[in-house]
């Protein structure tokens, strides 16, 4: 038998109905959110290897990336940009900068990053209505990449968005494009190129060094300005976009006990940041009112950044 489902007219992928059969098309996850099976492009969500518009660049992403970011270069971005003494703004305020850029290295989305905030935040907010924590975690996990625009030296694509692994340690099959490891410097490197490298058995993913870009950095942000956002926020904002562990399962080794638990939500959250991504766009002046109440709740008028 198939269960009509009704669907939400905005996002069009959300069940309201719970046992949904298994013959529909669509996979149901916890929290009564529907994936959908193909994304703006028409195709799977996350294939790298899809002949579509946005193949070549992505792949050109990615080499960049994967030459560049070594254990150095993480090790000097991290202290530079950890001083955060470039501008001083609200959370708003920085969304509204995001308006102005693409993700390159995103090939399930060629929208403004505002709307993508707004997208995961209101798909969240209609399946988990009670956790306003987890809302505005949707909407400022991704507030990081605004260390693309010229006050914040206008890094390159590849220092600031895509998906993070852990550097200091060999690079896992399951990151995306491997192969162009092989041209970072670390890859040769005995003291970074085996399974533990500079790290042990359950040392934690805190004292694990990540590629930089826009997770870790609002991680220290969002820290370093003194939110009162639960650990699982600010685990969820630093890790996002650490695909191998969270979708992959490597670098398990690495993780603590607190991890682990941690883990949950960042696997919850997942479903939103990925599968929301569309063209259908959220009514800004609509929503903004409810955002800003959240901001004031957890967040100074003005941070550092
Ligand atoms: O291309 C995406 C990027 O848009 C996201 O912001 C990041 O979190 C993902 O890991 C990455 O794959
Ligand atoms: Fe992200
Ligand atoms: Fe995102």
């Not at 719970?18 to 994936?35: A, C, H, Q, W, Y």
């Not at 968005?161 to 340690?169: E, Q, Y």
């Not at 942000?221 to 650990?231: D, G, Q, R, Y």
Request: glycine share 4%; with cysteine; charged share 30%.
């Amino acid at each position: 038998m198939t269960i009509l489902i009704e669907q939400k007219p905005d996002f069009g992928f959300r069940a309201e109905d719970k046992n949904i059969p298994s013959d529909t098309n669509e996979l149901v996850l916890d929290g009564g959110f529907m994936v959908p099976e193909i994304n703006t492009f028409g195709h799977t969500f996350r294939d790298y290897d899809a002949e579509s518009e946005r193949k070549k660049s992505v792949e050109e992403f990615y080499r960049m990336n994967h030459i560049h970011q070594s254990y150095d270069f993480v090790k000097r971005m991290r202290e530079e940009y950890g001083k955060l003494n470039r501008v001083e703004m609200s959370i708003w305020e920085c969304c509204e900068l995001l308006n102005e850029f693409v993700d390159e290295s995103d090939p399930d989305l060629d929208e403004p990053q505002i709307e993508h905030l707004l997208q995961t935040a209101e798909a969240i907010r209609r399946d988990y209505p009670n956790e306003d924590w987890l809302h505005l975690t949707g909407l400022i996990h991704d507030l990081g990449k605004v260390l693309l625009h010229p006050s914040f030296g206008e890094l390159p694509q590849w220092a600031v968005v895509g998906d993070t692994f852990p550097v200091g340690c060999a690079f896992d099959e399951s990151i995306v494009h491997h192969k162009y490891c092989k041209e970072n410097p670390d890859y040769n490197n005995p003291a970074y190129n085996t399974k533990y490298g500079i790290y042990s058995e359950g040392c934690g993913l805190n004292n694990v060094m990540m590629t930089w870009g826009h997770d870790d950095y609002m991680y220290l942000v969002a820290k370093e300005n003194k939110t009162t956002l639960p650990s699982a926020a600010l685990f969820i904002i630093r890790y996002h976009s650490f695909y191998p562990l969270h979708r992959s399962a490597a670098y398990k080794h690495l993780m603590s006990e607190e991890d682990v638990e941690n883990l949950k939500w960042l696997q919850v959250f997942n479903k939103y940041d990925l599968y929301s991504k569309s063209k259908v766009r959220v009514d800004v002046e609509k929503v903004k009112p409810y955002y800003l109440s959240l901001i004031e709740k957890y967040f100074p008028e003005k941070l550092r950044w």
